[in-house]
Nanobody, 121 residues
Framework: QVQLVESGGGLVQPGGSLKLSCAASGSIASIYIMAWYRQAPGKQRDLVARITAGGSTNYADSAKGRFTISRDNAKNTVYLQMNSLKPEDTAVYYC???????????????WGQGTQVTVSS
């Protein structure tokens, strides 16, 4: 069974930095897209950044220039380096991945449990 486990969230002051990690485990044959979403209280879950297996990236406008997504394919891990954090970045951050399990021929979508990021002085 495939699992995504996030880590690295916490409390940080405005202007500070955090690095989130998400490791996929289980019977994984391949991972196509890995992404980070976030959901603030009372709001919908929105895409922050995504990265393909080949390294192509896309960012939400709010993340451009401040956040960097990367991945280690050998470790089935995706990272989100967040710099110049603002109070409006406060949210639960979720890892998302399209994964093909061993013995299957289709990709399925998986979510992590989320990690809280709070930006406050």
């Amino acid at each position: 069974q495939v699992q995504l486990v996030e880590s690295g969230g916490g409390l940080v002051q405005p202007g500070g930095s955090l690095k989130l990690s998400c490791a996929a485990s289980g019977s994984i044959a391949s991972i196509y897209i890995m992404a980070w979403y976030r959901q603030a209280p009372g709001k919908q879950r929105d895409l922050v950044a995504r990265i393909t297996a080949g390294g192509s990236t896309n960012y939400a406008d709010s993340a451009k220039g401040r956040f960097t997504i990367s991945r280690d394919n050998a470790k089935n891990t995706v990272y989100l380096q967040m710099n110049s954090l603002k109070p409006e970045d406060t949210a639960v951050y979720y890892c998302n991945a399209e994964i093909r399990e061993v013995s299957l021929y289709v990709y399925r979508n998986y979510w992590g449990q989320g990690t809280q990021v709070t930006v406050s002085s």
